[in-house]
């Protein structure tokens, strides 16, 4: 079992940055897949980003990619998500998520394809 906690998120102005970072404990953090999703009020909750188990696969969202890098440390048991030109439309709740790995390169922008989702961090970015 696989437990994640989401921290950096925060109040921001348009044009700045924000580190997310997803700590996690209690599984193989090295086995699993990575994923972040988002979602505002009102709204279903969205694929972000996501990485391999190995670090060598990577996809993104159209709305991220270009300004939004998803990476991890294995040996720290932690993922990152750098969001760089943040925009008001990115303000969202984030959440990590994790799955087992299945193959060197595999990810999945699906919700459903992630057993385990951590409680989420608040980024808001005024204009």
């Known amino acids: 079992q696989v437990q994640l906690v989401e921290s950096g998120g925060g109040l921001v102005q348009a044009g700045n940055s924000l580190r997310l970072s997803c700590a996690a404990s209690g599984g193989t953090f090295s086995t699993y897949a990575m994923g972040w999703f988002r979602q505002a009020p009102g709204k279903e909750r969205e694929f972000v980003a996501a990485?391999?188990?190995?670090?060598?696969?990577?996809d993104y969202a159209d709305s991220a990619k270009g300004r939004f890098t998803i990476s991890r440390d294995n040996a720290k048991n932690t993922g990152y998500l750098q969001m760089n030109s943040l925009k008001p439309e990115d303000t969202a709740v984030y959440y990590c998520?994790?799955?087992?790995?299945?193959?060197?390169?595999?990810?999945?922008?699906?919700?459903?394809?992630?057993?385990?989702w951590g409680q989420g961090t608040q980024v808001t970015v005024s204009s």
């Open positions: 998520a994790a799955t087992y790995g299945r193959t060197y390169y595999y990810t999945s922008s699906s919700r459903n394809e992630y057993n385990y």
């Open positions: 990485i391999s188990w190995s670090g060598s696969g990577a």
